[in-house]
Every structure is written in structure tokens, then in C-alpha cells.
């Protein structure tokens, strides 16, 4: 059964305090993990697509980077402004059907 | 709008009545999608959209569903004989048709509460 699992559930950080979120996905015929960022009350907001392993996107403090069994959001030096849960998608060949993770919830605290 | 607007925000209802949920998506996006949002869950697939024709439905959770699109435009999800289960946020979301970049733009949703 395709599937999308991230981890922590939540996470909490200083500000300035990198660090990294996890989505592990088993996905067959994975084409494409999406990475998308949620503010409560809203719908998610778009953030990356990965194709293929060892491909890596940037995005200010935001790095997304895929493995053939994983993907990795890497936040650096976060502000309080990147708080948000941060959603990952699976796309197995049918952008109909994104499989997408329960999310990680960040708090970036001042 | 330059977004995809969806109204009402919210909405409060009584066990068994009917509910309109509905989506103007982004001008000129063809694909259009329905998702339901619970707490504790992952975002639901229940159905696309490509132009007016709906090639899946396949995750409307009962006969009580049912969605439409008109004109290729606005779209209309409609859930009858409500139950206390059927409360969650409904997302809907356009993207431009056949690119399957997985890049889907969302509304801010509606929240449905069954009393």
C-alpha cells in the first residue's frame, strides 16, 4: 500500500536553531514528493517538487532533498515566521491521488 | 480573485440537513480537486475534476456525495443527509490540466461542523 509517513509529529526550535523534518515514503512509481507548508485556518501552500534521488531545491531558509527511500526538509537559521505544519505528497503517477503525510508541526520560538 | 476563493468559510449545521460547499478555482486552471482535511488525518482525496467531467471519483466516501463543475469553472460539492462524521475541513484545489507536477494551488477552505 502506497504510503507517506513524516516525523516528528512536532517540533519545537529556537529561533536561528536549524534543523530537519523527515517523510519516508513507499510510494510504487513514485513521480514526484511535494513539499507544501500550512498556516491554521489555511489551505497548504506549495513549497517543492523532487523528481529523482539526489535532487535538491532551495527556497530562503528551506532545502528539500530527496533519497530513494526518503526526503528531508532542512531548515536553517528558522525565524518565527517559519512556523507552520509542513506537509509532504507522494505522487504516484496520478497527481489525482497525491499521497500526503499527516505533517510535521513547527514552532520557531523568538 | 487571483486565488481559489471557496465559500462559505464556515458552516454549522443539523444532523440530516444538506450542505452546498463551493469552489471558484484560479481563471484558466482545468483541473480542479476536492479534498477533506480532519484532525488527526491526512488530507482525503474525494474527487477531480478536468474541465466538467469528473474521470474520478473514486473518493467520495458514500452515495450521500456528489460534485459538479460548470462551465469548466465553478464547482459545487454537495453532501446530503449529513452525519456528525462528515465534519472536517473541505479543501478544494486547481492546477493547471495534465502537467502532474503535483503543484496544486488551494482555497482556504470550508469548515463544516454536523451537530
Known amino acids: 500500500e502506497d504510503q507517506v509517513t513524516q516525523s516528528p509529529e512536532a517540533l519545537r526550535l529556537q529561533e536561528g536553531e536549524s534543523s530537519s523534518l523527515n517523510c519516508s515514503y513507499t510510494?510504487?512509481?513514485?513521480?514526484?514528493l511535494f513539499w507544501y507548508r500550512q498556516d491554521p485556518g489555511k489551505g497548504p501552500e506549495f513549497l517543492f517538487t523532487?523528481?529523482?534521488?539526489?535532487e535538491e531545491k532551495e527556497k530562503e531558509r528551506l532545502k528539500a532533498t530527496l533519497t530513494k527511500k526518503e526526503s528531508f526538509l532542512h531548515i536553517t537559521a528558522p525565524k518565527p515566521e517559519d512556523s507552520a505544519t509542513y506537509l509532504c505528497?507522494?505522487?504516484?503517477?496520478?497527481?489525482?491521488?497525491?499521497?500526503w503525510g499527516l505533517g510535521t508541526s513547527l514552532a520557531v520560538n523568538p | 480573485g487571483a486565488g481559489v476563493s471557496q465559500s462559505p468559510s464556515n458552516k454549522v449545521t443539523e444532523k440530516g440537513k444538506d450542505v452546498e460547499l463551493r469552489c471558484d478555482p484560479i481563471?484558466?486552471?482545468?483541473?480542479l480537486y476536492w479534498y477533506r482535511q480532519s484532525l488527526g488525518q491526512g488530507l482525503e482525496f474525494l474527487i477531480y475534476?478536468?474541465?466538467?467531467?469528473?474521470?474520478?471519483k473514486s473518493g467520495l466516501p458514500s452515495d450521500r456525495f456528489s460534485a459538479e463543475r460548470t462551465g469548466g469553472s465553478v464547482s459545487t460539492l454537495t453532501i446530503q443527509r449529513t452525519q456528525q462524521e462528515d465534519s472536517a475541513v473541505y479543501l478544494c484545489?486547481?492546477?493547471?490540466?495534465?502537467?502532474?507536477?503535483?503543484?496544486?494551488?488551494f482555497g482556504e477552505g470550508s469548515r463544516l461542523t454536523v451537530l
Open positions: 484545489a486547481s492546477s493547471f490540466g495534465g502537467t502532474n507536477t503535483g503543484e496544486l494551488f
Open positions: 481563471s484558466g486552471h482545468t483541473a
Open positions: 475534476f478536468q474541465g466538467n467531467s469528473a474521470p474520478d
Open positions: 510510494v510504487s512509481g513514485l513521480r514526484g
Open positions: 523532487l523528481y529523482s534521488a539526489g
Open positions: 505528497a507522494g505522487n504516484a503517477g496520478n497527481n489525482r491521488k497525491l499521497i
